[in-house]
């Protein structure tokens, strides 16, 4: 049992908040910290009408190491959960280190000027968190998170091997606007317009932005949709840390609407990250797009239908070939009525609400910087059924 301080009172901070007030037994007293004090306040009184529990609120600047080690200082939290932006990162791990507290995020850090992210700059933490004794973990999300768990629970149980692996991301829920973004719109949109990127026998290969697609057909009723490839950041990881991988390549499905609207924006450059002069101002165009499109965290009443997230495998088990698919579903109307908040936020929020139990409750408290697939999967699938986010594993034919 201890005590945690979350920063970042958006989509996914709101949902971690809720699911460690439901855990009173591990997290005794939560702190929500973030930019705008109001909006910690009205996650609190969420809390509150849903859980009966009181959370602390407070505004901090999470760009400030100074401001925030203050913070930490004075609270003595048992971990740092970081929902704020990936921009944030590293001052925040520096914070930690400071303050001699565990650290987790969902998202691995990329600077502001280049939209390029790297798990280089975290991983280059390692001496330092290992030294300090205190552990850092990286990507404790869905997608970073629970898919690198599904990955290395396949390893772990059912394959001596894994070849291929293909990260399926659908969403087929609707919110009803011609373009809206599920999670923070800056860093959606700087990830969906990058180059693609996937694995192939040893080395990475580049595609043009969403220039490659395919069809799926998702089980539960969602049908077959098309999903295009993209560079996402677990893949540096799993390359590394599981056996024998051939390819890996990662899917995520997304409406012609969105497209259409992206594109669009894209050519008359309101998708470009460096600052544009603007009567005499300087104006960074995604900034500005991000300040007029609607808050994510405003779709939970708007958004229905489900996401279904999992991992397509093959491999070898036992000298025989093996192919399999670990995958959750989640409906966006039941994690409103559960927290206030469509699916993607919960989907986000649930694992990095059961990374900080991991860490407090010592099992996965080691020394160190590390991403989900090098910590035992098995109590963190435990907690995925217990907390909302019950997962499937289908063994496929052929
Ligand atoms: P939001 O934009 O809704 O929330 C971000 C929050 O961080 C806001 O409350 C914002 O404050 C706060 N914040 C930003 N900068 C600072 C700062 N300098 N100091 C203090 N607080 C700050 O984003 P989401 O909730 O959608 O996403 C949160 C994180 O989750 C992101 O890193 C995102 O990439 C990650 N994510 C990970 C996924 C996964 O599966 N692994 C999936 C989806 C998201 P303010 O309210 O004042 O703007």
Not at 180 to 189: G, L
Not at 203 to 215: A, G, I
């Amino acid at each position: 049992m201890g005590k945690v301080l979350i920063i970042g009172a958006g989509g996914v901070g709101s949902v971690v908040a809720h699911k460690c007030a439901q855990a009173p037994e591990v997290f005794s007293d939560i702190l929500l910290a973030s930019r705008s004090k109001d909006k910690c306040d009205a996650v609190a009184a969420s809390v509150k009408a849903r859980t009966g529990r009181t959370i602390a609120t407070a505004k901090v600047d999470a760009d400030n190491v100074p401001e925030l080690s203050k913070l930490i200082r004075g609270f003595k939290p048992a971990a740092v959960l970081n929902l704020a932006l990936p921009y944030q990162d590293l001052n925040i791990m520096d914070a930690c280190l400071e303050t001699g507290v565990d650290y987790l995020d969902t998202a691995n850090y990329e600077p502001l000027d280049e939209a390029k992210f790297e798990y280089k700059w975290q991983w280059a933490y390692q001496d330092r968190f290992r030294e300090a004794g205190l552990t850092a973990i990286l990507g404790s999300g869905f997608d970073p998170g629970v898919t690198n768990v599904f990955c290395a629970y396949a390893q772990k149980h059912y394959f001596d091997e894994i070849h291929v692996l293909d990260i399926l991301d659908c969403n087929a829920g609707d919110h009803g606007y011609p373009f809206a973004t599920n999670f923070n719109p800056e860093i959606n949109i700087r990830e969906v317009t990058a180059r693609g990127r996937y694995w192939e026998r040893g080395e990475w290969v580049e595609t043009d932005p969403l220039s490659w697609s395919m069809h799926y057909t998702f089980p539960d009723n969602i049908g077959k949709k098309k999903l295009y490839l993209l560079y996402h950041e677990e893949l540096e990881s799993l390359v590394k840390n599981l056996k024998g991988m051939r390819r890996a390549r990662f899917w995520m499905t997304f409406s012609d609407n969105y497209l259409k609207h992206l594109e669009v924006l894209g050519n008359v450059g309101m998708t470009r990250i460096d600052p544009v002069e603007y009567q005499g101002r300087s104006i960074v165009p995604i900034q500005f797009l991000g300040a007029l499109l609607p808050d994510p965290a405003s779709l939970g009443p708007r958004t229905k239908g489900k996401t279904c997230i999992g991992c397509l495998m093959q491999g070898v088990k036992d000298g025989k070939p093996k192919r399999m698919f670990i995958y959750n579903v989640c409906d966006h109307q039941e994690c409103y009525k559960e927290v206030g908040s469509q699916a993607i936020s919960y989907t986000t929020g649930v694992p990095a609400m059961i990374g900080g139990m991991m860490l407090l409750q010592g099992l996965w408290k080691k020394p160190g910087v590390f991403n989900m697939e090098e910590l035992d999967p098995d109590p963190f699938m435990e907690q995925l059924n217990r907390y909302g986010l019950p997962w499937i594993v289908n063994t496929l034919e052929g």
